[in-house]
C-alpha cells in the first residue's frame, strides 16, 4: 500500500522523516526524541508508525496536560518513557503590564531572531506580565543569556520546574453545518459566517493558515481534523465528514476556539 496517498504531498518531506526516525530505531533499538512537533505533524507520526509497526511505541509530552506543541519519543515497545527522557525547559520572566502588553507573535519573533529554529520552542504562555517558555533542554542555556528584551520589556528569564506551568485547557464549541464542498474559502465562509468574496479576500492576503501553514489556494482541500485559523477571527477545526444530506451537500461537525 502506498503509503503517501493518504497525505498531501507538501507532507511528503515530514513523512520521509518519520519514516527514516523509525527505521533506525528499528535498526538500532535506540529511542528517537523529536523536537516540537504541531498537532498535524503528530498526527502524522501516529499513523505512520502505529500502521507499520506492532514493535516500537510513540509517546508525546509538551510540558503539560494541554500542551499543544509537543516532543515526540519513539522507542521499542518495552522501554519504559520518563518525562526527563523528553528533555523540556520551562523559562519564566516577568515584565509590568502597565507600560506594555506582550503579545504572543512579539515573543515568537524576539525568540527566532536569536538564530533559533522554530521547532526547537514548543507553547508560550503569556498573561498579566508573565511569559513563560516551554523550550528544548539542549537550547536553555543559550536563550537564558541572550533572549534579555522583547520590544521595549527588559526581561531576566529564569528556569522553572514544569510544575511551574500554567495552564490553559483550549475551549472548543462544535458546530454541525452543511456545506457544498471542502474547498478551504467554502469552510472559512461558514465557520466565520462571512462573504465567499471576503474568504477568498483572505485568502489571497495570506491571512488562512491550514495546520499552521499559510495557504493562498481558496481551492484547496480540507481533510479531517485539518486545523484551520483565520487571523483575527480565531481559530477552528474540521471535526469529521458525517456522509450528504438529502440535497446532497457535505454534513460536517466542525468545533470552534472559544476566546
Not at 225 to 232: E, K, M, P, T
Amino acid at each position: 500500500m502506498d503509503i503517501y496517498q493518504h497525505f498531501r504531498q507538501d507532507e511528503y518531506e515530514f513523512i520521509d522523516q518519520v519514516i527514516s526516525w523509525k527505521d533506525g530505531v528499528e535498526r538500532t533499538y535506540q529511542h528517537k526524541l523529536t523536537n516540537f512537533l504541531d498537532p498535524r505533524q503528530q498526527d502524522i507520526l501516529k499513523m505512520i508508525v502505529n500502521s507499520s509497526s506492532d514493535e516500537l511505541q510513540v509517546k508525546f509530552h509538551g510540558g503539560g496536560n494541554h500542551s499543544e506543541r509537543k516532543r515526540a519519543i519513539i522507542a521499542p515497545y518495552y522501554e519504559e518513557i520518563d518525562v526527563k527522557d523528553f528533555q523540556l525547559s520551562l523559562l519564566q520572566a516577568n515584565y509590568h503590564v502597565k507600560f506594555l502588553t506582550l503579545e504572543h507573535r512579539d515573543i515568537m519573533g524576539s525568540f527566532l531572531s536569536l538564530g533559533i529554529k522554530r521547532e526547537k520552542l514548543g507553547d508560550i504562555y503569556s498573561e498579566g506580565g508573565l511569559i513563560q517558555l516551554i523550550v528544548a533542554g539542549d537550547i536553555s542555556p543559550f536563550v537564558l543569556i541572550h533572549l534579555t528584551g522583547i520590544k521595549r520589556a527588559k526581561l531576566t528569564f529564569a528556569e522553572k520546574p514544569l510544575s511551574d506551568l500554567v495552564e490553559k485547557e483550549l475551549a472548543w464549541m462544535e458546530t454541525d453545518k452543511t456545506v457544498s464542498s471542502l474547498r478551504l474559502d467554502n469552510l472559512v465562509k461558514e465557520i466565520y459566517n462571512i462573504s465567499r468574496n471576503d474568504a477568498a479576500d483572505a485568502i489571497r492576503k495570506k491571512l488562512v493558515k491550514v495546520n499552521f501553514k499559510v495557504i493562498e489556494d481558496g481551492k484547496f482541500a480540507v481533510f479531517e481534523n485539518d486545523l484551520i485559523s483565520l487571523r483575527g477571527k480565531g481559530r477552528s477545526k474540521l471535526i469529521k465528514i458525517n456522509g450528504r444530506s438529502k440535497k446532497d451537500k457535505l454534513k460536517i461537525t466542525i468545533a470552534k476556539l472559544r476566546d
